[in-house]
């Protein structure tokens, strides 16, 4: 009774957001996901391998443990790049104006640098190469030859076709502060060489997309045929229960698997692939609040005052029934991050290059049995986490708005 003087005047959300603020389970998933969905969004500012997907492959430094330090040489490419905007760095990444060479020693001589390229393995030789410091620099026009200019310097030109004469003590300064990097790969790398702190942020990103679109795909198709039978019964309201038997009979990650082969392997395809699997849940609970619903004297009050049906399931009776409908969505979206993961590592989910927990899990599986399971424990327990923070999370709302609930 005290609560409900102290509360009284407040809105129902802002009472059921009180009582979630109470649950330090709930909270704690709510925070977690929220920490995931903006690493994912804005991964791309701040990961160590900003190119498109993550995808930056050095097959040299493949399969190295966390925390591994390797001296890289970044040598400009000779094409011509420009720098694209936020927006497209947030939404795709950047590709590299740089070539980077994995190397284990170097040395300046005239207007060149050498290099001794990183064997896979500290202590094993390499292979020797050089650049000339313009290269390393610059993106050349190599239809124009370096020369030599004055004293000290080099005259070359780039390929924007712009002159340009640079001291060779110059750059060999800029090489030795710009281009030669230490990098550290704090997760690790994979197989192919790719840095795994990277690819399981952008992975978060198809995660979350997988279960954003599909719970909404299930909750649009779900509300309306649950509502339709519930409230018309009869004939609509057999054809829905008999359709929800029919696709309830078909296990998920089977009926998935064949919407998957019908629309294709692909970004998109998963996301319907998912939605259309996961709707029969939302219209049993939706048909049956409904049904329950539908003879009270508010909905009769409704009726009888001539207002239209779909008005009444829409402005009377769905509002009603937002809290179940938020707590299954909450436990749906668990379930999509699971069944987009199961796709992909059966190798019919999302394709690479672009990155997904579950083709990460797939690729090393093998390495479990090795010293490096980490490859595969690391996106399973990323998935482990983000599904346990979701069930936690509807937990929690379930708890919060159920409307016996008592403080």
């Known amino acids: 009774m005290l609560f409900r003087r102290l509360t009284r005047g407040i809105s129902p959300g802002q009472i059921a957001w009180q009582r979630l603020r109470r649950i330090p389970t709930a909270v704690a998933g709510l925070l977690w996901i929220a920490l995931m969905a903006v690493m994912a969004l804005f991964g791309y500012l701040f990961i160590p391998d900003s190119t498109p997907h993550a995808n930056h492959q050095q097959l040299e430094i493949a399969s190295h443990k966390p925390g591994t330090r390797i001296q890289m040489l970044y040598v400009t490419q000779n094409v011509d790049y420009s720098k694209p905007s936020l927006f497209r760095r947030i939404l795709s990444g950047k590709p590299t104006p740089y070539t980077t060479i994995p190397i284990q020693d170097d040395y300046f001589e005239e207007d ?67 281009h030669l990097r230490e990098r550290r790969f704090l997760l690790g790398t994979d197989r192919f060489g790719r840095d795994m702190l990277s690819q399981l942020i ?28 519930g409230y018309f019964r009869g004939y609509m309201d057999h054809f829905v229960v008999w359709l929800i038997n029919v696709v309830w009979s078909i296990p998920t990650l089977l009926l998935a698997i064949a919407i998957t082969f019908a629309l294709g392997k692909g970004f998109w395809q998963v996301f319907v692939a998912v939605g259309l699997t996961m709707w029969v849940e939302v219209a049993r609970l939706v048909r049956g609040q409904v049904i329950s619903i539908r003879e009270k004297e508010f909905v009769e009050s409704a009726r009888a005052l001539g207002i239209n049906n779909l008005r009444i399931i829409g402005r009377h009776i769905l509002p009603v029934i937002t809290g179940p409908v938020i707590v299954i969505s909450a436990a749906n979206f668990a379930s999509a991050i699971l069944i987009e993961a199961g796709l992909s590592f059966l190798g019919i989910g999302v394709q690479p290059p672009m990155p997904s927990w579950g083709t990460m899990i797939r690729e090393h599986y093998g390495y479990i049995i090795l010293d490096k399971g980490y490859l595969a424990i690391l996106p399973g327990l990323a998935i482990m986490l983000l599904v346990l923070s979701f069930m936690l999370l509807g937990n929690g709302l379930r708890d919060a708005l159920d409307t016996s609930a008592r403080d």
């Open 112 to 178: 060149r640098i050498h290099y001794e390229t990183y064997a896979g393995q500290p202590g094993y030789p390499g292979m020797e190469g050089f650049f000339t410091l313009p290269d390393v620099l610059h993106a050349l026009d190599h239809a124009h030859q370096v020369t030599e200019a004055e004293g000290d310097s080099l005259a070359f030109v780039t390929v924007d076709g712009t002159k340009k004469t640079a001291s060779i003590h110059d750059m060999r300064e800029r090489v030795r502060d710009q």
């Open 202 to 229: 952008i992975g978060a990103r198809v995660s979350l997309s997988v279960g954003f679109i599909a719970v909404f795909i299930s909750l649009v198709i779900g509300i309306s045929l649950g509502s339709m039978g």
